[in-house]
């Protein structure tokens, strides 16, 4: 394994708290140490990066051993941590009289389980590379379990020339409307 200069033990924990408690433990460390975390959540892999990046940490990656995920994360400068939220977003209440593109973030068995009907799914970790998937010009209301998977989500396409992205909040945690499974 990577050496590491601090271990978080975050198995168990669905997103957003293995984002939350690297937040709070990255803090304790000084500048370029590196901090292990250890997940089970496999959408913690685009989570962890995606946040690291946009605060300013170095995402160095991820060792899988089994069902337990190895992110290792360098910590940027001591600068205060200012994380950006994307400021285009809409509510659960609002989606369903929006036009346009529902895109589901979460990972594909969550998406299996339960998602909004005619939403499509990209997971966050395979958006990057599926952007082409996706059209510029129509509104893409993007939503996950909790809005925070959403939120990078939303600043990645921002990021990639979209202009008519929302970021949907709270997230499927909160939504009470008609849900189609795969499963």
């Known amino acids: 394994m990577i050496k590491a200069n601090h271990q ?26 590196v901090l292990e ?14 946040w690291a990046s946009s605060v300013g940490h170095q995402y ?3 060792v899988e051993d089994g069902d337990i995920l190895y992110h290792y994360i360098r910590k940027g400068s001591n600068e205060p941590e200012v994380e950006k939220n994307f400021e285009h977003t ?3 209440e609002e989606i369903e009289s929006c036009n346009g593109l529902i895109l589901d973030v979460r990972e594909a068995a969550e998406y299996a389980f339960g998602h909004i009907d005619g939403a499509k799914s990209i997971p966050m ?3 990057e590379s599926r952007l082409e998937e996706l059209d510029k010009e129509e509104e893409i209301y993007v ?7 959403s939120d990078l989500a939303a600043q990645l396409l921002a990021n990639n020339g979209f202009t008519k992205v929302y970021n949907v909040l709270p997230g499927m945690n909160e939504w009470n409307g008609n849900i189609t499974k795969e499963v």
């Open 143 to 149: 939503i996950c379990r909790t809005g925070k998977r």
């Open 60 to 62: 160095l990656g991820t």
């Open 37 to 50: 975390v250890l997940a089970t959540d496999k959408g913690s892999k685009a989570d962890l990066a995606a």
């Open 90 to 92: 809409v509510s659960l």
């Open 8 to 33: 978080l033990d975050a198995k168990g924990f669905a997103c957003p708290m293995p984002i939350v408690k690297t937040k709070k433990a990255i803090t304790e460390l000084e500048e370029g140490e």
């Open 125 to 127: 970790g395979e958006l």
